[in-house]
């Protein structure tokens, strides 16, 4: 009787399957508001979407109405080779869809394409132009905190995607680098009107495990079930592959970078003890006396405390935080993100403050 049931679990497993497999990768974290930027390059293909989006994700908050709906997208459709697709999502699934056209194919070459969220607008760039501004009622409803997304997938709306051919397949996206930027109005020193500040960049060197995790689930419309397998780290590109069950994973030639590094004038060692309940030390190296801003984060990108903002002495240098906010207050238990960033550089990493 235990085999039969087996049996009948895995045949009914293979038959609710779908026909093809595609890769998503998303934020552990969710974000409200800031500046989202990748440099990719796109998954040629009629029928075959790639991606990079944000989302609220208020199904893991229990909640399945979809007037909780709250998504920004850039898409592209590989079934054009001069356009890329923009659209927002709110409510019960009300689209504000657009398609611009671009001066170059997306699926040759990479580019950088990026969209800021704030509470008066939401405005999308491609290669720092702007090509769409939006200041509607839209925006306004746009407010829930979202998680960053990149996926690759099979439409079946053949009226949009195109229609698709299996040959297409594989067919992969090209992912160099991610960066999100923290919205601070009137004190930033990108985007628009200089009100964004960056606060982390991942260069896909590997997965990081802290920031990103991998999606295994489909939707109605998508003809491809997302497994772990199709998004893959490779030779400091993110590479989403759309395969058959047969043939996943990237199967590409070979891809290469630059082994030419800037030089770093300065770094951030590990802050110990961590996690911690009283004090963290944060040991700094500076190859010359320069002008640092060493400040802490929350994860929603809401700055907590500034350590240091001036010029510092070379050499190795140990500061100290409290687990005090810049108004005095003690800061609730949780995790943190410690902020280096000098005139041309910049890194972070997480602290754990536990009470």
């Not at 590989?78 to 671009?102: A, C, F």
């Not at 002008?291 to 809401?302: F, R």
């Amino acid at each position: 009787m235990i085999m039969r049931f087996l049996l009948f679990g895995f045949i009914t497993a293979m038959l609710l399957a779908k026909p093809y497999r595609g890769g998503e990768l998303r934020t552990i974290e969710s974000f409200q508001y800031g500046k989202f930027e990748v440099r990719m390059k796109s998954a040629p293909g009629s029928g075959v979407i790639s991606s990079f989006f944000t989302f609220h994700d208020y199904w893991s908050e229990g909640h399945t109405s979809s007037v909780y709906w709250n998504e920004i997208d850039l898409e592209w459709l590989g079934r054009y080779d001069d356009k890329v697709h923009t659209n927002l999502i709110i409510h019960d699934q009300w689209g504000l869809p657009d398609l611009s056209d671009l001066t170059f194919n997306p699926n040759e070459d990479f580019h950088t394409y990026a969209f800021e969220w704030t509470s008066e607008y939401i405005a999308f760039f491609v290669d720092d132009q702007l090509i769409r501004w939006v200041d509607n009622f839209y925006a306004d409803s746009m407010y829930r905190e979202q998680k960053i997304m990149m996926n690759i997938w099979q439409s079946t709306s053949v009226e949009w995607a195109g229609s698709f051919s299996a040959n297409t397949l594989p067919t992969y996206a090209f992912y160099d680098w991610v960066k999100y930027y923290l919205w601070v109005d009137g004190t930033g020193n990108a985007g628009t009107n200089n009100d964004f500040i960056l606060l982390w960049e991942d260069n896909f060197d590997s997965w990081d495990t802290n920031l990103w995790e991998k999606a295994t689930h489909t939707w109605d419309g998508n003809n491809a079930d997302f497994i772990h397998d199709n998004v893959v780290f490779m030779s400091g590109y993110m590479i989403l592959c759309l395969t058959t069950p047969s043939a996943t994973g990237y199967n590409g030639d070979p891809l290469s970078v630059s082994d030419i590094e800037l030089p770093q004038t300065f770094q951030m060692h590990n802050a110990y003890p961590n996690p911690f309940n009283r004090d963290v030390v944060i040991p700094i190296s500076l190859n010359h006396a320069q002008s640092i801003n060493l400040s802490i984060y929350n994860t929603q990108g809401k700055l907590i405390n500034t350590l240091v903002k001036g010029s510092i002495n070379a050499g190795k240098t140990l500061f100290t935080w409290n687990g005090l906010t810049d108004k005095g207050l003690a800061a609730t238990t949780g995790v943190y993100l410690v902020r280096l960033a000098s005139a041309d550089h910049f890194k972070t990493q997480k602290i754990i403050l536990l009470k």
